[in-house]
Structures are given as structure tokens and as C-alpha cells.
């Protein structure tokens, strides 16, 4: 066995003993500890795992009231700017720009260009939402797609900080994460939820 140091402040998913976790760490030789690992970053594993964070973290939100449908605003319709959070290489974004293209032309888009999946995604797409949160010209709504793939793909979607992001941006949210079956919270805290990302 080996010691593993880390903060609170660095889960950005909710585990608990018996769960299957991914552990990212720096190995460290200590005059005290001797060999141990310092933590950069642990994350939910396999499917029990994920869900069973997803269930601790949506209790813990919910309760906080930052899924509540009074918190939803409407979107502008149709907006003139929107600005969409997503990866240009990922077919969601290819998806996107044929069906917006063919019904509003004339709309403009500004891309954030980010990760949707791995370690860095979550931070990338949060810092997005600050960026166009910041701006001094402000776009209409915020977008933030990603199409399928299996729940260690989405976990990045259900990640605390990010939920939080969504929820405290204002401006309004529109987002879609993999297909109709697949929830996210991240589209649980978003103003207005598609089933995919050729819906929003």
C-alpha cells in the first residue's frame, strides 16, 4: 500500500469508500513518508462508479436548489450572436453548424475551441464560460455540445466545477451532451437542455 496526499479542494467528483477511482499523482520521496504519491487528480471509474458519484453529486445539488426549473431562463429567440463551447474536431460541432446553417445563415457564431473529453476538458470548457462570461460585448446564449460515447467519455459533463459554471453564467445556457438517453449535469444546470447536440 502507499500513501496518497491530497486536498478536498481537488475532487471535482464525488467518491466514497468502494468505488473504483482513477488516480493521477506525482511520486514524491519524503525523509518522513519515504515513497508516496501526491494527487493531481481522481476521478469516478467503470460504469457503478460513475453513477454512483453522479447520484451523491445530483443529491448534493439538487439540494442546493441549482437544478430548480425557477432558476431557467428563456432564451432569446432568434439570437443574433451566440457564443458555442465545443471541440471544431468533434462530429457534435460538424453536426451543428450544417443544421444552423441551413435554418439561420445569418447568425454569428464565436467558437471556443476546447477539449470535451479527458482530464483538461472540464477546466477548458469553464474557462470558457468565463471568457464569454467577461466579455465586454457579451454574446446572447452560450452553447456547449458533445455527441456520445461511454460514461468515462461524459465524465468531464459531470464535473462539480463545471455544473457550478453553467449554473452561475449570465448568460443563458443551452446545452447537449451525447444522445437522448445520456443526462448530464451540466445539462441538468443549463437554462434550456437538448436531447442532441443536431436539436440544440
Known sequence: SLKVFG???????????????????????????????????????????????FDILFAKLTKEGLFDESRKRALPYPPARIGLITSNEAAAYGDFIKVLSARWPLMEIELANVRVQGDSAAGEIVAALHHFNLS??????????RGGGSSD????????????AIAESRIPT????????????????????ASTPSNA
Do not use: C
Request: without cysteine; charged residues 25%; negative net charge.
Open 153 to 164: 467519455d461524459l465524465l468531464a459533463f459531470a464535473d462539480e466545477h463545471l455544473t457550478r
Open 174 to 193: 443551452l446545452v447537449a451532451i451525447g444522445h437522448e438517453r445520456d443526462e448530464s449535469l451540466a445539462e441538468l444546470a443549463a437554462d434550456v437542455r
Open 136 to 145: 465586454s460585448d457579451p454574446v446572447e446564449v452560450l452553447v456547449i455540445i
Open 7 to 53: 486536498t478536498v479542494y481537488q475532487l471535482n467528483h464525488a467518491i466514497e469508500d468502494g468505488m473504483m477511482v482513477r488516480l493521477r499523482a506525482r511520486p514524491e520521496l519524503h525523509p518522513l513518508y519515504n515513497f508516496s504519491l501526491q494527487m493531481v487528480d481522481v476521478r469516478p471509474s467503470g460504469e457503478g462508479s460513475i453513477k454512483k458519484s
